[in-house]
């Protein structure tokens, strides 16, 4: 069992910024592929951006493309997803995901593990 956990959500204007981070105490991440989705009030959950274990290899949402970065803390310890330029239409609750297949899948049912989610609230 993964324990996820994420942090760094909260309020921010149009145009702002944010970095959730997402760590699993007591444990290193380098062997899982990790993942970002959003869910938003009504909305089914959706991919928002994934990094696969062994070659870090990146992928978007075309929604976010250009303005959310995924990347991994030095330690391997941590996942964070920066997000850029945010609207309001980026307003979700945010959750960290964890597996151990390295393909790139935006599938949430291919996803193991899961954290509690951090909301995330743009205004305009």
């Known amino acids: 069992q993964v324990q996820l956990v994420e942090s760094g959500g909260g309020l921010v204007q149009a145009g702002g910024s944010l970095r959730l981070s997402c760590v699993a105490p007591?444990?290193?991440?380098?062997?899982?592929?990790m993942g970002w989705f959003r869910q938003a009030p009504g909305k089914e959950r959706e991919f928002v951006a994934h990094?696969?274990?062994?070659?870090?290899?990146?992928s978007y949402a075309d929604s976010v493309k250009g303005r959310f970065t995924i990347s991994r803390g030095n330690a391997k310890t941590s996942v964070y997803l920066l997000m850029n330029r945010l609207t309001v239409e980026d307003t979700a609750v945010y959750y960290c995901?964890?597996?151990?297949?390295?393909?790139?899948?935006?599938?949430?049912?291919?996803?193991?593990?899961w954290g509690q989610g951090t909301q995330v609230t743009v205004s305009s």
């Open positions: 990094i696969s274990r062994s070659n870090d290899r990146t």
């Open positions: 995901a964890a597996r151990l297949g390295m393909a790139i899948t935006t599938v949430p049912r291919d996803w193991a593990y």
């Open positions: 007591g444990r290193t991440l380098v062997t899982y592929s």
